[in-house]
């Protein structure tokens, strides 16, 4: 889940949101505002209780804010890459590149979230018990009982809730493989989110709760969809670990003058290669950048004499890159989104390949194939 709008950064890591937040924002805040302020603080103006409404929907965010800044700490403090966190429908996720080093590593990182949003409960608990303002403790009495809930509802053991990071924890360090926890984590997972989806579907046939029957079914469907892609990527780490950049790199790889024109490179050298990626260089040989067949062929025709490779190059210092004995795994989870663009292979300061996303897509098919006739035979 990547953010639509980014937000900043706290402690180094990026906040986002995605759009699907707005809709439920304006949820949380009309259900504070007209159900349960006015039922718990009555006696105030409409007006008062949508602005303390607006309040608890931003205290609410920032609640989910601290649940994942707290897995995105301890799982960085544990060696693993965070590429952010991103606030969504279904409240918050942290993006982690890489797997944790640990089944025990791997527990704190989930467990850390509960135990969080439990003190920001207390904390909530103390300003409600406090306070002699009506709507504050009001206000902050709805806030502890709903990151109650967020902390055992994060407990249910199905990915990607906490609860089933902590059941695929104690799994792996039971069988000694990760990907044998995650596995079976994830068939515990399907069994409560089929119990969702099935439960959704009474609530909305036979009691007629359509609204809470279809939310249920589609947090059902979520976290079904969930847990299959974490198992997918779970196998594909499995399958590409203890291999080199090197048996995926397509080498060698063709360099070309940084001084050559657009219109020089799509007439008369793109056509006689099948490569899309291409690294310049400077007279003296020096690297200087990276172009791109189809970020050249979208400059307007009218421009592509007047401009050289170097000037709509990517610069060779933004370029990721690695050696050709690096572990496939280990490169992915050190660049995280970085792995979407093309990574230069240098061995001994020489420019020896080039690895894209397709070429680990093109070696992981032939292992999933080859795995496969090995449990056939």
Partial sequence: MTPTIRLGRLFGIEIGFNWSLIFIFVLIAGAVATQWLPSTAPGHAA????????????????SLIAHEMSHALVARRNGVKVAGITLWLFGGVSRLDGE??????????????????????AIAFGVAYFTSNDLVGSLFSWLTTVNVALAIFNLIPAFPLDGGRLLSSVLWWRSGSRQAGVHNAVRVGRIFAYVMIAGGGVLALVFGQVINGVWLAFVGWFLLSAGSSEEAGSNVRSLLRFIPVSAAMTSPVVTLPDWVTVEQFLESIAPNHSFTTYPIHEPSGKLTGMVRLSDLVRIPAQDRRSKHLIDVARPISEVPVTNPREDLVGLIQRLG??????????????LVGILSPADIARLLSVRQTLAGRGRGA
Avoid: C, H, K
């Fill in 337 to 350: 989104a970085g792995m979407d663009q093309r990574v230069l292979v240098f061995d001994n300061g020489q």
């Fill in 100 to 121: 944790p080093p640990s089944a025990g590593s791997e527990a704190l990182i989930a467990g850390v979230g509960p135990l969080t949003s439990l003190g920001v409960a």
């Fill in 47 to 62: 007006t008062t209780y949508w602005l303390v409404g607006l309040a608890g929907a931003i205290l609410f965010y920032a």
